[in-house]
């Protein structure tokens, strides 16, 4: 115990000087009731609280721990760069090279820019699609999350409006009159909206592979018929690929769905657990952006060295291991694992996957497509699941919504511990 305080007495301390106790909402544990656990320290597939519980960690900091936490090569590489100074505010080879690294993956991509985070990948292509289009109306789909600047914190209105609400205080409604929300996997609601406002649509945005409010995987030909709409109207299509970017494979879910967008955002894995964030396009589009054209966009620390080394090694890493590959195979062992246990709960409760992404889906039928089919009594149900699984030394995030990642510190005793837990849980 060496004498360290609680997570509880942290929390505590935390709550007189961080709102809420934390630095992003959903860490509060809010959904699920009780206090967080406070983690002193953290490698491949554990988490350790300050108390000295491990924890076996499905969260991944939500998303870019690819390689589980620590990993050897990333660290040391960070300690290099760090060692060669933090920060130049001036070009240097690593923000190059990953650059390179990134157009080379990703399909269609001819030039990046690097920021510090997703929501700023995801402002700023918004803001090059409208600056190289000329118009201002943005289209985004309810359940769909693309960080949390002001054109994108909205919800569907009410009825069959497709004009958006903010869904957050401090938005003011003008921002959002120029967002337009729709149901995910309603082709007749784009073609409507196209029909009426097509010529003033700038963008379409979408997650490709929707995993911020349940994993609502998508028809490709759906994909498809968004592509084919939007070049028709002339408005740009943005894969916000901020989690499936470098997670579902070299070229995201664009390369495993084989449809291109025109922009694409990047975050989570591109930094390999630093804060990084990207965008990207063709040459023609990303030369709206200053300084060779008029759009603004800017970042004290966007290509941090530093950072830009851990994105860089944690992608070279994936690449020489044939890691999406092997995360695939976890995929599917996870799959054998869990579906028998899954079958035989006394309440429904699926497993949808997609790569290393997955969601326990707690509702019968087929898996939902759409924010809207989300049965929301399953948040009762979660609770008990998620303190169960954590009475059992298992951490998966601390809401029905929230999607569960597999890295490549996983191993196969990891997954027989979460299959017996979650068996456990689900019959007590
Ligand atoms: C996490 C996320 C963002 C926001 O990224 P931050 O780094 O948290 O700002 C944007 N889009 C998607 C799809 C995300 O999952």
Redesign the pocket.
């Known amino acids: 115990m060496n004498g360290e305080l609680s997570s509880e007495d942290y929390f505590a301390r935390a709550q007189r000087v961080l709102p809420g106790g934390v630095n992003?909402p959903v860490r509060a544990f809010g959904a699920v009731g009780g206090s967080p656990l406070v983690i002193r320290r953290a490698r491949g597939a554990e988490i350790e609280t300050v108390e000295g519980r491990f924890l076996l960690d499905f969260v991944a900091s939500?998303?870019p721990l690819i390689l589980g936490h620590a990993h050897p090569e990333v660290v040391r590489a960070i300690a290099e760069a760090s060692q060669r100074g933090t920060t130049y505010g001036a070009p240097c080879p690593v923000e190059i090279a990953l650059a390179e690294k990134v157009v080379f993956l990703y399909p269609g991509l001819q030039k990046v820019r690097f920021v510090s985070?997703?929501?700023?990948?995801?402002m700023s292509a918004i803001r090059v699609a409208r600056g190289f289009t000329g118009r201002d109306l943005i289209v985004k789909f309810s359940g769909?999350?693309?960080?949390?600047a002001d054109h994108l914190l909205v919800s569907a209105g009410s009825g069959l409006a497709t004009f958006a609400q903010p869904s957050s205080a401090g938005v003011p409604a003008a921002f959002v009159e120029q967002t337009l929300v729709l149901p995910l996997d309603d082709r007749n609601g784009i073609d409507q909206l196209f029909r009426e406002k097509g010529d003033r649509i700038a963008a379409v945005i979408i997650?490709p592979v929707p995993?911020?409010n349940g994993l609502l995987l998508q028809h490709v030909a759906y994909l498809e018929h968004l592509r084919e709409i939007t070049r028709r109207h002339g408005a740009l299509l943005i894969f916000?690929?901020?989690?499936?970017g470098f997670r579902l494979g070299p070229g995201g879910a664009a390369q495993r769905v084989g449809v291109l967008p025109d922009l694409a955002?990047f975050?989570?894995v591109i930094g390999g657990g630093l804060?990084v964030?990207a965008f990207g396009g063709s040459e023609e589009i990303m030369s709206c952006l200053a300084p060779d054209g008029p759009v603004y966009q800017a970042g004290t620390l966007s290509g941090n060295p530093v950072a830009m080394a851990a994105g860089l090694t944690t992608l070279q890493i994936l690449e020489r291991e044939n890691g999406w590959e092997a995360l695939e195979q976890l995929g599917v062992m996870l799959e054998e694992r869990l579906q028998p246990i899954l079958a035989s709960a006394r309440d429904a409760v699926s497993l949808v996957r997609c790569g290393s992404i997955f969601w326990l889906c707690l509702q019968g039928g087929s898996a939902p497509r759409c924010a809207e089919a989300i049965d929301a009594s399953a948040e009762d149900r979660f609770r008990g699941i998620f303190s169960g699984l954590l009475s059992r030394d298992i951490s998966i995030a601390p809401s029905a919504y929230e999607v569960g990642f597999l890295s490549l510190a996983h191993e196969e005793q990891h997954l027989d511990r979460f299959a017996k837990a979650l068996g456990e849980v689900l019959q007590s």
């Open positions: 992003s939500w998303g985070s997703g929501t700023e990948a995801t769909c999350y693309h960080g949390h997650e995993a911020n916000d690929e901020v989690i499936s955002t975050g989570k804060p964030g």
